[in-house]
Structures are given as C-alpha cells and as structure tokens.
C-alpha cells in the first residue's frame, strides 16, 4: 500500500480565517514533505521533517506552519494568509532508503493535494 | 542552483503515435524520478533511475537515465488517451529534498 490520504479536499479561506490542512500515511515513512503547487508550475518544497524533527524549511513565511505530531501525521498550519497563497498543497513520504548496489536513494509518495483558496 | 529542464513544454499527438520527453541538467543526481499528475491530483510516481546509463521499461513506457547522471528521458510507444497528463521528472539533491522539473504538458487525441 502506498497511499498518502489528505483533508480537506478542498478548502476556501479568509485572509483573517485560521486553518489547518492533514496529511497521513500508514507506510512506516519517516519522512514527510509539504509541497505548494501553482497552476501550470511543478511542486516547490516547503518542509520536510525526517524522523518527526523539521530538517528542511525553504525560507516559508512564517503564516505556514508545519507540525508533525507523530511518524504517521503531518499538519500545515494556516494563519493570515494571502490570496497569492492559494495553489494546490500536496504533501508526500519517503521510503526508506534502497540501496540497488549504488547510493541509496527515496522514493516520494504523493497525497491527492488539498485545494486551497484565499478570498 | 540545481534546475531540471524539461522539453518539451507541451506536446499534442494523435493516439498511436511515439513520443519522447526530455530531462536536462547541468548537475549530478544520485537519483531521479519520473511522475505523472492528473489535473488537481497528486503526481503518481512511475519509476525511479538510480545508475548512471540505466534503462526500465514499464510496459509502453521506457525511462533512460544518462551516462553521467544529469539527464533523462522518457519514451512513451504507441501512446493513448489514458497517457494524457503533466510528465515531471525530479532529482534527488542531497538527503529528502527532490529538484522537480519545468514540466511536460502531454495531450493524446483519440
């Protein structure tokens, strides 16, 4: 099984609205990722935590915030955002590491995304 | 910077008809994935190249990756309306983080 389940699907929010997008995997992933995806564009990281401790933050204002209570879940935060911030947000796990006699190397599973939109 | 260029940007063909899609870069790679993402889906992973001159064949679909581990390619034979999508390819730049491509926006007519 290699499913990634997120909720909302959808989600349409004021620019003084508080949110919160979820992201779950049942894999044994000990890495999990959120992307943001703009129409037409490919996905941007924002975060990733390995092994439920925030490792990589690709300069995200500070309205994102990222929350992984435990090695199955994953929260993004959402406070004050803007409109420029609706976009398609996917979250994604990593295998572990597979080693085929060079480097190791992970494989990202993707969630179906969650739709957002700022008003 | 690492960037991955993807060619084409867009492509229409009929179905029946054989296609390759492009994956360039002037940085190594020690691993590169090929997706495939529906309209407001999640990009669905197809196959992982890890070896230098690697070639996997997923039944219409044959994925190469370069000698040098820069670049790849992905060639679709006979192509259907089911292949339809947006292609991306991405590349394993250090531990976790992935450098996703520009993209290639794949229409297959009936």
């Known amino acids: 099984d290699t499913e990634v389940t997120q909720t909302p699907k959808h989600l349409v929010m004021g620019m003084t609205n508080k949110k919160s997008l979820k992201c779950e995997q049942h894999m044994g992933h000990r890495a999990m990722y959120w992307y943001k995806q703009k129409a037409k564009k490919p996905p941007e990281l924002m975060f990733v935590y390995s092994y439920e401790k925030l490792s990589i933050n690709e300069s995200v204002p500070s309205r994102f915030s990222p929350e992984c209570p435990n090695s199955s879940l994953l929260n993004l935060h959402l406070h004050a955002l803007q409109p420029e911030d609706s976009a398609l947000y996917l979250c994604?796990?990593?295998?572990?590491?597979?080693?085929?006699?060079?480097?190791?190397?992970?494989?990202?599973?993707f969630g179906p995304g969650t739709r957002l939109t700022v008003t | 910077t690492q960037l991955l260029e993807q060619s084409p940007q867009f492509l229409s063909i009929q179905e029946g008809e054989n296609l390759t899609v492009y994956c360039n870069s002037s940085?190594?790679?020690?691993?590169l994935q090929w997706y495939r993402q529906e309209p407001g889906e999640g990009p669905v992973l197809l196959v992982t190249v890890v070896t230098g001159g690697e070639v996997k064949k997923l039944k219409r679909l044959t994925f190469q990756f370069g000698d040098a581990r820069k670049d790849s390619s992905l060639h679709i034979t006979a192509a259907q309306p089911g292949d339809t999508g947006l292609y991306l390819c991405a590349g394993a730049s250090g531990t976790y983080k992935y450098i996703f491509g520009t993209g290639t926006r794949l229409k297959v007519l009936a």
């Open positions: 994604a796990s990593s295998s572990k590491p597979t080693t085929s006699g060079g480097p190791n190397y992970y494989e990202q599973y």
């Open positions: 940085s190594v790679f020690s691993s």
